[in-house]
């Protein structure tokens, strides 16, 4: 997967974009009663504090990538050693805490990645679960994840949430993610790039990625880009559209996280 620009001014952009990400969602979140912290969200057995819990320990363990990658790399050890349950085992166990302190966790470990980063040395790389990352690259796929899981927050509580022009940063993860989709799948990537045109969420300005005269193409809101891309919605439930069987075949199975191909999401009319 490809990295995301590495300027300085880009670096900066992605952390501040970051940073407001988070706190769109603690706005909604510490306004929550108890009870509320254990309303189920979408993902099977995941309440809205193991969706918290999750966002905590990966921001904790994103901050030991970038200030003691000797320590992370026994983390990772971990996580060879338990391929199936780390991340469950990780949420499980921060949603155990009572909500005060759980969300004191999760604002403290972003408070303190987002520093650690813009500490960072340019051109720093820092060990991962996979490929080592870059100060941008680990701040993307950090927004990327605190807006995912943030949906399913909102959409636990019903509430809607305004798409931002953050969502660029997803779909840019996402559009980088294709060929790890396939071979995640045991599938051989498309040779040739896609062109992807996504409605922004302003509705009158054009995301464009890919050679124009690419004959495979992916058309759409960003929004439901995303939401496809992080399987938080189904395809059938998306206004995204493909032009090619490889294109066609991509959003069957795409998706902007690295790990093992996720099952994704049902169909809202799926009885």
């Avoid at 706005?27 to 969200?41: D, N």
């Avoid at 990772?76 to 921060?94: C, L």
């Avoid at 605190?146 to 997803?170: C, E, I, M, N, S």
């Avoid at 995301?207 to 939401?227: I, K, N, S």
Wanted: one cysteine or more; glycine letters at 8%.
């Amino acid at each position: 997967m490809s990295e995301p620009a590495g300027s300085a001014d880009a670096v900066l952009a992605v952390l501040d974009d970051l940073r407001d990400e988070g706190d769109e969602l603690d706005v909604l979140i510490g306004e929550l009663s108890p009870a509320q912290w254990a309303t189920p969200t979408a993902a099977p057995g995941w309440s809205i504090a193991h969706q918290v819990a999750h966002l905590a320990w990966t921001d904790t363990a994103a901050l030991l990538a970038v200030t003691d990658p000797d320590a992370f790399a026994m983390e990772v050890e971990k996580a060879v050693a338990a391929p199936d349950r780390f991340v469950d085992d990780g949420a499980e166990a921060g949603a155990l805490l009572p909500p005060a302190e759980l969300l004191a966790w999760w604002r403290d470990s972003r408070v303190q990645l987002q520093q650690a980063l813009r500490d960072a040395p340019v051109g720093a790389r820092f060990p991962w679960y996979g490929p080592p990352m870059s100060t941008a690259s680990m701040a993307t796929g950090r927004l990327m994840e605190t807006w995912a899981h943030g949906q399913d927050v909102f959409d636990a509580l019903g509430r809607t949430r305004k798409p931002t022009d953050r969502l660029r940063h997803v779909a840019r993860i996402g559009i980088r993610a294709r060929d790890y989709a396939f071979t995640v799948r045991g599938l051989t990537p498309p040779a040739d790039e896609f062109r992807v045109e996504l409605t922004a969420p302003d509705g009158a300005s054009t995301w464009t990625y890919g050679p124009e005269g690419a004959q495979q193409r992916v058309t759409g809101p960003a929004l439901d880009f995303c939401l496809l891309v992080t399987q938080r919605l189904n395809r059938s439930d998306t206004a995204v559209r493909a032009e090619g069987a490889d294109a066609e075949r991509w959003l069957d199975i795409a998706q902007a996280f690295a790990g093992p191909a996720g099952p994704g999401r049902p169909p809202k009319d799926a009885s």
